[in-house]
């Protein structure tokens, strides 16, 4: 069964958990399912396709490592972790269909606006906290 994202603590866990993964050049392939479970991921650095399943639980800050998964043949720092303003709106609104998503950039940065629900902790679940600011109008 899935994690529940909508509950507040939940998706503070996921959106920590997918900056993690940020850091480490690896893709989430599916929500964030907890730490103790499986988890679908993504290899993201140049030259590597490993894909496969992986423990949050292993690959936390806390274990004191840069983890990541075993036979990596990758680049490293050739991960991209931004998504381009069109990935950030196809993903979300595949992710939220009956929200409409809209990206844009000024001076301060990468703003990304929506109305109507999910609020803003249940998005930063499913893409994290570095993709830029996240403004709901109810
Ligand atoms: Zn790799």
């Known amino acids: 069964m899935p994690l529940d994202?909508?509950?507040?603590?939940?998706?503070?866990?996921?959106?920590k958990a997918v900056d993690r993964l940020n850091e480490l050049e690896l893709i989430p392939r599916s929500?964030?399912?907890?730490?103790?479970v499986h988890w679908e991921l993504a290899c993201g650095r140049d030259?590597?396709?490993?894909?496969?399943?992986?423990?949050?639980?292993?690959?936390r800050p806390s274990r004191g490592h840069g983890r990541r998964h075993p036979?990596?043949?990758?680049?490293p720092?050739?991960?991209?972790?931004?998504?381009?303003?069109?990935e950030l709106t196809t993903r979300l609104n595949h992710l939220f269909?009956?929200?409409?998503f809209t990206v844009h950039?000024?001076?301060?940065?990468?703003?990304?606006?929506?109305?109507?629900?999910?609020?803003?902790?249940h998005v930063a679940a499913h893409?994290?906290?570095?993709?830029?600011?996240?403004d709901r109008t109810p």
């Open 5 to 15: 994202l909508t509950t507040r603590r939940n998706a503070e866990s996921a959106a």
């Open 31 to 36: 929500p964030y399912p907890g730490s103790d």
């Open 97 to 100: 269909p009956e929200s409409a």
């Open 47 to 59: 030259g590597c396709d490993w894909t496969g399943r992986l423990f949050y639980s292993h690959l």
């Open 71 to 75: 036979g990596c043949i990758g680049t």
């Open 77 to 86: 720092n050739t991960h991209r972790p931004l998504l381009t303003d069109t």
């Open 105 to 121: 950039q000024d001076a301060n940065g990468r703003t990304i606006t929506w109305t109507g629900s999910p609020d803003a902790l």
């Open 127 to 134: 893409i994290g906290t570095s993709q830029g600011t996240l």
